[in-house]
T-cell receptor, first 108, second 120 residues
Framework: QKEVEQDPGPLSVPEGAIVSLNCTYS??????FMWYRQYSRKGPELLMY????GNKEDGRFTAQVDKSSKYISLFIRDSQPSDSATYLC????????FGKGTRLHILP | GAVVSQHPSRVICKSGTSVKIECRSL??????MFWYRQFPKQSLMLMAT?????????EQGVEKDKFLINHASLTLSTLTVTSAHPEDSSFYIC????????????????FGNGTRLTVT
């Protein structure tokens, strides 16, 4: 079983829709959870960082962690064309593991 | 704040030559820097971890003699791809953190914009 699973997409949604991106993981040792956004030919940019179960909100972005189910999500409200990018989840403990990334397309 | 500058952004070189990639933290001291390789539609693959003033720690399967890493100061780490071959063509990305040891994995990472290496 892979340590982290992330659907690569692509995921296409109309502008203004709510986007849900998810990762599942198998190692309960992961205690820190991050979401990065990566535009084409650029380095990843940190969007959200959390270490506890529950929700963390920052503007249009909400990170959700369910440690019991080993499941993390990123929600994007009022999605914009500029949100089109690849979103990578990252899980950290004594090491850091990145998901493969989900390619998101917001259709104007 | 927390800007990481990576240079060059793109390089094309001939097979057998060496290429140096620089990673600089512009407004913070990077105790730990990481070097990744990313293939199309794939995740970031950690190649090595470098700490200022000490030898880099390489991940399993990464040739340390081929991918030379030097972390000479708290703001600069370099990756040199020696005797590059077409199979080394990839997107190389560095990241930096002010933390060290195990904490470096738990802290938010600040990434450079990557270097697209093409070996002909």
């Amino acid at each position: 079983q892979k340590e982290v699973e992330q659907d690569p997409g692509p995921l296409s949604v109309p502008e203004g829709a709510i986007v849900s991106l998810n990762c599942t993981y198998s190692n309960s040792a992961f205690q820190y959870f991050m979401w990065y956004r990566q535009y084409s030919r650029k380095g990843p940019e940190l969007l959200m960082y959390t270490y506890s179960s529950g929700n963390k909100e920052d503007g249009r972005f909400t990170a959700q962690v369910d440690k019991s189910s080993k499941y993390i999500s990123l929600f994007i409200r009022d999605s914009q064309p500029s949100d089109s990018a690849t979103y990578l989840c990252a899980l950290a403990g004594d090491k850091i593991i990145f998901g493969k990334g989900t390619r998101l397309h917001i259709l104007p | 704040g927390a800007v990481v500058s990576q240079h060059p952004s793109r390089v094309i070189c001939k097979s057998g030559t060496s290429v140096k990639i620089e990673c600089r933290s512009l407004d913070f001291q990077a105790t730990t820097m990481f070097w990744y390789r990313q293939f199309p539609k794939q995740s970031l693959m950690l190649m090595a971890t470098s700490n200022e003033g000490s030898k880099a720690t390489y991940e399993q399967g990464v040739e340390k003699d081929k991918f030379l890493i030097n972390h000479a100061s708290l703001t600069l780490s370099t990756l040199t791809v020696t005797s590059a071959h077409p199979e080394d063509s990839s997107f190389y990305i560095c990241s930096a953190t002010t933390s060290s040891g195990v904490s470096s994995y738990n802290s938010p990472l600040h990434f450079g914009n990557g270097t697209r290496l093409t070996v002909t």
